[in-house]
């Protein structure tokens, strides 16, 4: 029976300028919950399950532009790069990259780039460029939030993303419309509350 069952399975998702190679959004990953390297010698490198590859901005910068150089040059939407393996998207002047562990399946990689580029086509009016996405931010830092959490996948609607991004869920929402904030729908409220209150505290008695 496997004992490293996991629902870890992005390393990092990436949004590169294509123009100047450099970063616009990137988010990478460590495992939530993981076994605890066993010697000490393992616990200095980044090889065990769940562990975050590119620890360092230095290390992930280096990783980026050798990744940009790689894909710049071939024509496939998957690679495997300094074993790991690469999905990626290209849309305008970005590159959308989902970087997963060597033995990770492709294809499940592959639905979640899929859908952060036809999210962020949702939420951007299908204008996914460098602008566009710096001005856009937060919708895009929240749809990959809702994509991704801590590695684990957990939506690839991109429906269901654009939806839950771009208006507040139904049962947060206050409805309004039906209170009255007048000074005597105030007074009221308060009157309320406070029988409420006294009844619950004659209960507790």
């Given at each position: 029976m496997p004992t490293n069952l996991t629902l870890f399975s992005v390393n990092a998702i990436l949004i590169l300028s294509t123009d100047d190679q450099t970063r616009i959004l990137t988010k990478y990953y460590s495992a939530p919950h993981h076994?605890?390297?066993?010697?000490?010698?393992?616990?200095?490198?980044?090889?065990?399950?769940?562990?975050?590859?590119?620890?360092?901005?230095?290390?992930?910068?280096?990783?980026?532009?050798?990744?940009?150089?790689?894909?710049?040059?071939?024509?496939?939407?998957?690679?495997?790069?300094?074993?790991?393996?690469?999905?990626?998207?290209?849309?305008?002047?970005?590159?959308?990259?989902?970087v997963g562990g060597a033995e990770e399946n492709e294809i499940l990689l592959f639905g979640v780039v899929l859908a952060l580029r036809d999210s962020l086509s949702i939420l951007l009016k299908n204008s996914t460029d460098k602008r566009t996405i710096l001005e856009n931010y937060d919708l895009v830092s929240l749809a990959i939030d809702e994509i991704i959490d801590d590695g684990i996948i957990l939506e690839t609607d991109p429906v269901i993303v654009a939806s839950r991004v771009s208006k507040p869920p139904a049962q947060d929402m206050i409805a309004v419309k039906n209170i009255d904030l007048s000074e005597q729908g105030l007074t009221n409220l308060w009157d309320f509350g406070k029988q409420k209150l006294a009844e619950r505290m004659r209960q507790g008695l």
């Open positions: 076994a605890q390297p066993s010697s000490s010698a393992s616990s200095h490198n980044n090889n065990y399950p769940g562990a975050n590859p590119y620890p360092s901005v230095k290390e992930q910068k280096a990783f980026e532009k050798g990744l940009m150089e790689k894909t710049n040059k071939t024509s496939s939407d998957v690679i495997l790069y300094d074993n790991r393996v690469v999905v990626f998207k290209m849309e305008s002047d970005v590159m959308l990259y989902v």
